[in-house]
């Protein structure tokens, strides 16, 4: 199983990013897709999910209405679009996969994931 994160970069604030998570080695259809962010000093959290059939999404409260979380099961990939960056979205963005139904309960909690990709880096300047 592997997950790999990309996309991330330095970008002025009320810029906008793409965020890829690739995902290989599971059946891709099957598995929930979460994004987490982690800032330097802070808790790892929630940012986004999307679940694996009817592609349903959640979405944190700080960035609702600013991030839009898609999939392309034919391509193996979950985007983050990320759009009116604010300096307090600069962090470490991790996708992270998990095989279960309860998206809705747990899609937001890392506990929940079993596979997580390395991270890559956000950077929004002021």
């Known amino acids: 199983v592997q997950l790999q994160a990309f996309g991330g970069g330095l970008v002025q604030a009320g810029g906008s990013l793409r965020l890829s998570c690739a995902a290989s080695?599971?059946?891709?259809?099957?598995?929930?897709i979460g994004w987490f962010r982690q800032a330097p000093g802070k808790e790892r959290e929630g940012v986004s999910c999307?679940?694996?059939?009817?592609?349903?999404?959640k979405y944190a409260d700080s960035v609702k209405g600013r991030f839009t979380i898609s999939r392309d099961n034919a391509k193996n990939t979950v985007y983050l679009q990320m759009s009116s960056l604010k300096p307090e979205d600069t962090a470490v963005y991790y996708c992270?996969?998990?095989?279960?139904?309860?998206?809705?309960?747990?899609?937001?909690?890392?506990?929940?994931?079993?596979?997580w990709g390395q991270g890559t880096q956000v950077t929004v300047s002021s």
């Open positions: 992270a996969a998990s095989y279960g139904t309860a998206w809705y309960q747990w899609g937001m909690i890392d506990n929940w994931y079993s596979y």
């Open positions: 080695g599971f059946t891709f259809d099957d598995y929930v």
């Open positions: 999307i679940s694996s059939s009817e592609g349903g999404t």
